[in-house]
């Protein structure tokens, strides 16, 4: 038996006035989709516990079938497993991203134009991460770079009572200063990022950034601190050798914790341009290579929703239907038996440009199983069929027969 899922980040939304009131899953032609959930299982599946946020992170750690709520310490800590770094006991990480703010005086009164930096490439942001270090780090604070804007902070005796540290992804268009902790334990964390204004305003990256109109990284956001992971080998509490196929850190963190393969895919960038083909080919090839559970984690839905881009959601959805599910059908067609599970994660709607902790469609397609499901695939008919799963954990459970 091989096991597929296909985790499509943040799709699930809300109705979308510039859809005619329609969700990008019910305006999207995604026959392939489609023609899965007419033949399998449909429902809906709380991914994001009541006492946790709704990030990728609990929410994707669900979805493989991990109870956040015992096993999760924090977003980072996975995102600096992926990029290679060693964490001691009392280590605390952060997410480092590089943003672009207003140019306001005061650091209080600046907006947050682009939590990504104009989708900054991996090369110019490892300039600025390394200008960052050679300023910044010391002893205690050490600065890692990553994947296009998203980088890691490791803090050495440091602590997570940071009071809230603002995601800045969940505070686009808006004035920075209420998000900043006024906690005593993050004040020189928020030193940091406002120093860092004044010494990245002027990089030579960011003046060749500007002079191709493009958005300049001119400050470092600190956010999603915790500590060293501790999760269960996938392996061993599945009985399956698996994979986790992603452009991003935090998934290939959690890949790594669950001592699953976590192979890279050439052009995968984790946005609507990314090498979609070569991810469906890097599946095909997990599972020629003996392993039984693959997981394709595709974050462009959830970018989209992020930057309040509707014809980008549906498009990713509908890229993914094209480019994707044909190439890992056809092959998973030469084995005896197979299942596909696809879903989101948690929504990022369009009309909020955050995560939502709402229940979130799922479809589950099993080649030898019965035929039941829906004409097409969306979070309405999801709801209608009556199928429910109150967390990841008991869907993963379903899913694999256990």
């Given at each position: 038996m091989k096991y597929l899922v296909v985790l499509y980040d943040g799709m699930a939304d809300y109705p979308v006035p510039e859809l005619d009131g329609k969700t990008p899953m019910e305006v999207a032609d995604k026959p392939n989709f489609d023609k899965l959930g007419q033949k399998g299982?449909?429902?809906?599946?709380?991914?994001?516990?009541?006492?946790?946020?709704?990030?990728?992170?609990?929410?994707?750690?669900?979805?493989?079938?991990?109870?956040?709520?015992?096993?999760?310490?924090?977003?980072?800590?996975?995102?600096?497993?992926?990029?290679?770094?060693?964490?001691?006991?009392?280590?605390?990480?952060?997410?480092?991203?590089?943003?672009?703010?207003?140019?306001?005086?005061?650091?209080?009164?600046?907006?947050?134009?682009?939590?990504?930096?104009?989708?900054?490439?991996?090369?110019?942001?490892?300039?600025?991460?390394?200008?960052?270090?050679?300023?910044?780090?010391?002893?205690?604070y050490k600065f890692y770079n990553g994947v296009a804007y998203r980088h890691c902070l490791v803090w050495h005796g440091g602590t997570t009572d940071l009071g809230d540290m603002t995601p800045p992804h969940d505070i686009s268009g808006r004035v920075v200063g209420e998000y900043l902790s006024k906690s005593e334990n993050a004040k020189e964390l928020i030193a940091m990022m406002k120093k860092s204004y004044d010494l990245l305003k002027n990089h030579p990256v960011n003046l060749r950034r500007i002079a191709e109109g493009k958005r300049p990284a001119n400050s470092i956001w600190l956010w999603g601190e915790g500590t060293k992971p501790a999760l269960e080998a996938f392996e061993e509490k599945f009985g399956l050798k698996g994979?986790?196929?992603?452009?991003?850190?935090?998934?290939?963190?959690?890949?790594?914790?669950?001592?699953?393969?976590?192979?890279?895919?050439?052009?995968?960038?984790?946005?609507?341009?990314?090498?979609?083909?070569?991810?469906?080919?890097?599946?095909?090839?997990?599972?020629?290579?003996?392993?039984?559970?693959?997981?394709?984690?595709?974050?462009?839905?959830?970018?989209?929703?992020?930057?309040?881009?509707?014809?980008?959601?549906?498009?990713?959805?509908?890229?993914?239907?094209?480019?994707?599910?044909?190439?890992?059908?056809?092959?998973?067609?030469?084995?005896?038996?197979?299942?596909?599970?696809?879903?989101?994660?948690?929504?990022?709607?369009?009309?909020?440009?955050?995560?939502?902790?709402?229940?979130?469609?799922?479809?589950?397609?099993?080649?030898?199983?019965?035929?039941?499901g829906v004409d097409t695939v969306n979070e309405i008919s999801a709801k209608t069929t009556g199928v429910y799963f109150d967390s990841g954990v008991e869907l993963v459970k379903y899913f694999l027969g256990k």
């Open positions: 299982t449909v429902g809906i599946v709380k991914t994001v516990a009541d006492s946790l946020k709704p990030g990728s992170d609990v929410a994707n750690l669900s979805a493989l079938g991990y109870d956040a709520e015992k096993c999760y310490t924090g977003r980072s800590p996975l995102e600096a497993v992926s990029i290679g770094v060693e964490l001691a006991d009392d280590d605390v990480t952060m997410r480092c991203n590089v943003v672009t703010l207003s140019d306001e005086e005061n650091y209080e009164d600046k907006i947050m134009i682009d939590y990504s930096a104009g989708d900054i490439s991996s090369e110019d942001a490892a300039e600025i991460i390394k200008t960052v270090q050679e300023h910044f780090g010391n002893d205690i994979s986790i196929i992603s452009a991003v850190d935090l998934l290939k963190g959690i890949g790594g914790c669950a001592k699953m393969n976590t192979p890279d895919v050439p052009g995968a960038t984790g946005y609507i341009d990314t090498n979609f083909e070569g991810k469906a080919q890097t599946a095909v090839e997990e599972f020629r290579n003996g392993q039984d559970f693959v997981y394709i984690h595709i974050e462009a839905p959830d970018e989209c929703g992020h930057r309040h881009e509707p014809e980008n959601k549906v498009k990713a959805i509908e890229i993914i239907d094209k480019k994707v599910l044909p190439v890992v059908i056809e092959e998973l067609e030469k084995y005896d038996d197979y299942k596909i599970m696809i879903l989101s994660d948690h929504p990022t709607p369009l009309v909020t440009m955050t995560h939502a902790r709402d229940p979130v469609p799922f479809m589950i397609y099993h080649k030898n199983g019965e035929k039941q």
